[in-house]
Structures are given as structure tokens and as C-alpha cells.
Nanobody, 119 residues
Framework: QVQLVESGGGLVQAGGSLRLSCASS?????MGWFRQAPGKEREFVAA????????YYADSVKGRFTISRDNAKNTVYLQMNSLKPEDTAVYYC???????????????WGQGTQVTVSS
């Protein structure tokens, strides 16, 4: 069982930046971020392989968001720049032993952190 704990959410104005963090209780997992806006389905945002050598982004965040990881700290980050009101959502950290699976149906989930972007 892997425990995932997110932090770093909050309220920011449009055009601003936030950095989310996700601390994992276990190493050697591919990690990802998903988000769910009110009244919408949860959607994939970004993923990173265990080594950090591969990353993948949803088209809606490409060029604005950057996923990274520090394996010495078992922590993954999501740097979010040029935020838009439509980025408002609960952001969830996810983990899976398989890199492809972490982009679609990850096994482990965090509890979520709220990101609100005001216009």
C-alpha cells in the first residue's frame, strides 16, 4: 500500500503560479497528477516515469505545467504557471508501478488539494 499526500494548493489570480507537491510513502513508482472540476469527470494532467526520464502532459496544460520528481525525497512536483480560471479543480496525485497505467487508471490516489484560479 502506497500513501500519497498532496500539498501546495490554494487561491491564485489568473496568470499566477503554484507548485503542488506529493510525498509518497514508497519509491520506484511512476507518478501522475489528475484534476476534477465541479460537475466534471476527473481528467489526466501529467505523468512522470520512475526515473524521471519520461514525462507526458495533457494538451490543455502543455507548455504551462511541468512535472518533476526528487527520488531522494520520494516527492513529485507539479509546477503550474500561467494559470487560468479553467484550471480550477481539485488536484489529485496518483501512483502506479506501470508508467502507462499511471496516465489512465493508476492504482494509488492521494486525497486531493484544491486549486482555485480567480479571474
Amino acid at each position: 500500500q502506497v500513501q500519497l499526500v498532496e500539498s501546495g494548493g490554494g487561491l491564485v489570480q489568473a496568470g499566477g503560479s503554484l507548485r503542488l507537491s506529493c510525498a509518497s510513502s514508497g519509491p520506484r513508482y511512476a507518478m501522475g497528477w489528475f484534476r476534477q472540476a465541479p460537475g466534471k469527470e476527473r481528467e489526466f494532467v501529467a505523468a512522470i516515469s520512475w526515473s524521471g526520464g519520461s514525462t507526458y502532459y495533457a494538451d490543455s496544460v502543455k507548455g504551462r505545467f511541468t512535472i518533476s520528481r526528487d527520488n531522494a525525497k520520494n516527492t513529485v512536483y507539479l509546477q503550474m504557471n500561467s494559470l487560468k480560471p479553467e484550471d480550477t479543480a481539485v488536484y489529485y496525485c496518483a501512483a502506479d508501478g506501470n508508467y502507462v497505467a499511471v496516465t489512465t487508471r493508476p492504482t494509488y490516489w492521494g486525497q486531493g488539494t484544491q486549486v482555485t484560479v480567480s479571474s
